[in-house]
């Protein structure tokens, strides 16, 4: 069942700009994902953030982790074209031998 | 790094027929697979791991005797969607945990670039 929720549902910005996307989950998790998909394409690894980590940094990615309140945002700054895609929360719940449960997603286009 | 295979990219069938897509970790051995399907404009649902040497796990809703899961090997998980109607038409992406990667805590998994399948 999908228990993470993206917000907002689609997100249109200028190049340069930064954009931020947030995801809710039900559950208590092991660790949160980030993914990125391309129309019609797989999914490509952003970034994962442990249960017991708050904040992490790629590049110019940024994910923080509220466990309290069962949520986590990414930030990409300084945007670009390429960057348009749709992007994916997923949590695990338990240890490595789970599947992934994925948020709904957030559309993100890039206008340059 | 981790990547993952499927083949076909891309297959078209007519209603009642069976479709077989493969999954395969080309420089990892995966003793678990993922398979997830993805409707349009829709995220990805997780349908069952499929766990080498052994039976597939399915979610619950997913019909195991239409989606036939067989992990023959290390490195290739089948999915067998057994006689297609036009509501199985979707996108279907497998996905495998490279246990070298990391301890038992760590659940990053390298995704198939998926397949999509449209039944007539």
């Known amino acids: 069942s999908q228990q993470g929720e993206e917000d907002p549902q689609a997100l249109s910005i200028q190049e340069g700009e930064n954009a931020t996307m947030n995801c809710s989950y039900k559950t208590s998790i092991n660790n949160l994902q980030w993914y990125r998909q391309n129309s019609g394409r797989g999914l490509v690894h952003l970034i994962l953030?442990?249960?017991?980590?708050r904040e992490k940094h790629s590049g110019r990615l940024r994910v923080t982790l509220d466990t309290s309140k069962k949520s986590s945002s990414l930030l990409i700054t300084a945007s670009r074209a390429a960057d348009t895609a749709s992007y994916f929360c997923?949590?695990?719940?338990?240890?490595?031998?789970?599947?992934?449960?994925f948020g709904k997603g957030t559309h993100l286009i890039i206008q340059p | 790094g981790a990547v993952v295979s499927q083949h076909p990219s891309r297959v078209i069938c007519k209603s009642g027929t069976s479709v077989k897509i493969e999954c395969r970790s080309l420089d990892f051995q995966a003793t678990t697979m993922f398979w997830y399907r993805q409707f349009p404009k829709k995220s990805l649902m997780l349908m069952a791991t499929s766990n080498e040497g052994s039976k597939a796990t399915y979610e619950q809703g997913v019909e195991k005797d239409k989606f036939l899961i067989n992990h023959a090997s290390l490195t290739l998980s089948t999915l067998t969607v057994t006689s297609a109607h036009p509501e199985d038409s979707s996108f279907y992406i497998c996905s495998a945990r490279d246990w070298s990667s990391g301890g038992a805590s760590y659940n990053e998994q390298f995704f198939g670039p998926g397949t999509r399948l449209t039944v007539l």
């Open positions: 953030i442990r249960s017991n980590e």
């Open positions: 997923a949590t695990a719940p338990g240890g490595g031998a789970d599947g992934l449960t």
